[in-house]
């Protein structure tokens, strides 16, 4: 079979989706998150199991494991086995690099040993692992499939543990949108001949430019003079419900789309959040250093209970060589996509980037992403959603909404609190009764990995 050492709670996420992925391939495999697959639930002779069952030692190599005394020892132990089947088996210990730790400081017994990279991408790691498996013919168990994955599966999570018969609220990322009953399609013109062209992001006041039309919420005045030298409103459009421009204009609702998300772009940066370019065009607004009284928000809790998050944070490094200390700020921010269906809301994704002076974000992507696994590898579930309230709220006026301009006395208004889902039963993860992890990582939309040799400390020229 497969061992997977690994830092409990650390990494206990990772132990638990290599293990499943594993078994699937067809390969027994044990780890202290899922025990043996189908077999024993736990062991008491972690030694025997060792040196008697084990096939290959998958030592999951972090931060957290390469100062934890249990992996340690177990490692310690692996390399003994080793030196006893030097000549019989090949590799008997592989490692998997699951972060950052620079090589001067990795374990001696680990640092000559082959590592195969999981930390760009899981998958691309997983496959790496794959290869070796096969190469080193490691045998497969038939009666482990995808299929008798899967009943496991359904087994631990349809326990008394998981599913209950209870009620219970949740949580959305969902923000409703309350917008004017009355939007306008006006009539553009141009003084010369020639195509009508206008930039949506130059205007006062969120509008979309559609043929000849000007949609939006703001009546015809608040552009004058505000369309260039060239254009103008021809016709002011009369004012339309919007309830039934959704209902009998096919394909309105793109248009709608854009027009939150010019207002929420247009709303931040009056507030003085910095905007970052993310893919698709679409972007993220972040606090800056000193922007907030101690780097802080305070705010009604998901409990109701008043707390506080950090909204920029740092942390240091020290090179061993230089004696120099390298300072990284972390910046949280937020992404709202805008929502017309089946209400109008904004989904709002939170993201974290990074910079060396409180303000420029760094213009390498594969800088960033690294920074990010690092960074937000122990952030759970609770740290997202509550910083996620903690920008909104601050955003909110005192009613308790985000007011949205949308012309010069017109606003939409953004709920501070999002929506709650009624669920007729409850859950609670088995895992997490077991000091496992309720880690959610999001995945921002840098678009490039980064290299094994990438470190997120370094200097923006060595990148």
């Not at 015809?220 to 004012?239: Q, S």
């Not at 010069?408 to 000091?435: H, T």
Request: contains cysteine; charged residues 25%.
């Amino acid at each position: 079979m497969l061992f997977v050492s690994h830092a409990n709670p650390e990494d206990n996420l990772f132990a638990q989706w290599l293990s499943l992925r594993l078994a699937t391939q067809g390969y027994p495999v044990w780890s202290d998150v899922t025990r043996l697959l189908g077999g024993e639930d736990f062991w008491n002779d972690i030694q025997r199991a060792i040196a008697n069952r084990t096939a290959k030692f998958l030592f999951a190599l972090s931060r957290a494991s390469n100062k934890k005394d249990g992996t340690l020892q177990e490692l310690a132990y692996a390399k003994e086995i080793s030196k006893k089947l030097e000549g019989q088996v090949k590799d008997f210990i592989i490692t998997l690099r699951l972060d950052d730790i620079p090589y001067d400081e990795i374990d001696i017994r680990v640092n000559r040993l082959n590592h195969v990279s999981f930390q760009d991408s899981w998958a691309s790691g997983f496959a790496q692992l794959l290869a070796k498996l096969e190469d080193d013919k490691v045998p497969k168990n038939p009666g482990f499939t995808p299929s008798a994955v899967a009943t496991w599966w359904r087994t631990q999570f349809s326990s008394e543990l998981g599913i209950r018969q209870e009620p219970e609220e949740l949580l959305s990322n969902w923000f409703p949108v309350q917008l004017p009953e009355d939007i306008y399609f006006h009539n553009l013109s141009r003084r010369s001949q020639g195509k009508l062209e206008l930039d949506e992001q130059s205007l006062p006041y969120p509008a979309v430019h559609d043929s000849i039309f000007l949609i939006t919420f703001a009546r015809a005045e608040d552009f004058d003079g505000k369309l260039g030298n060239d254009m103008y409103i021809a016709r002011v459009g009369d004012p339309l419900k919007l309830s039934a421009v959704l209902k009998d204009q096919k394909g309105f609702g793109k248009h709608l789309f854009r027009l939150l998300r010019l207002a929420w772009e247009q709303t931040l940066r009056e507030r003085k959040l910095r905007t970052y370019e993310l893919a698709n065009n679409a972007r993220c607004f972040f606090f800056v250093k000193g922007q907030l009284q101690n780097d802080k928000i305070f705010f009604s809790g998901a409990d109701g209970e008043k707390a506080w998050r950090a909204m920029v944070g740092y942390s240091s490094r020290e090179n061993p060589q230089t004696g120099i200390t390298s300072v990284r700020y972390w910046h949280f921010g937020l992404e709202a996509r805008p929502m017309v269906h089946p209400i109008c809301a904004y989904n709002m994704k939170p993201h974290v980037l990074f910079t060396s002076d409180g303000l420029t974000v760094w213009a390498s992507k594969k800088r960033l992403s690294a920074a990010r696994r690092s960074q937000c590898k122990d952030w759970w579930n609770g740290e997202w959603r509550d910083r996620t309230l903690a920008a909104v709220s601050y955003l909110a006026s005192q009613d308790g909404n985000l007011e949205i301009r949308l012309g010069s006395n017109v606003f939409g208004k953004v709920a501070s609190r999002p929506l709650l889902f009624n669920s007729p039963v409850s859950y609670v993860d088995p895992q997490l009764l077991r000091a496992e992890t309720d880690h959610l990582e999001p995945i921002d939309d840098y678009g490039i990995e980064r290299s094994d040799e990438d470190d997120p400390f370094c200097d923006e020229a060595q990148t």
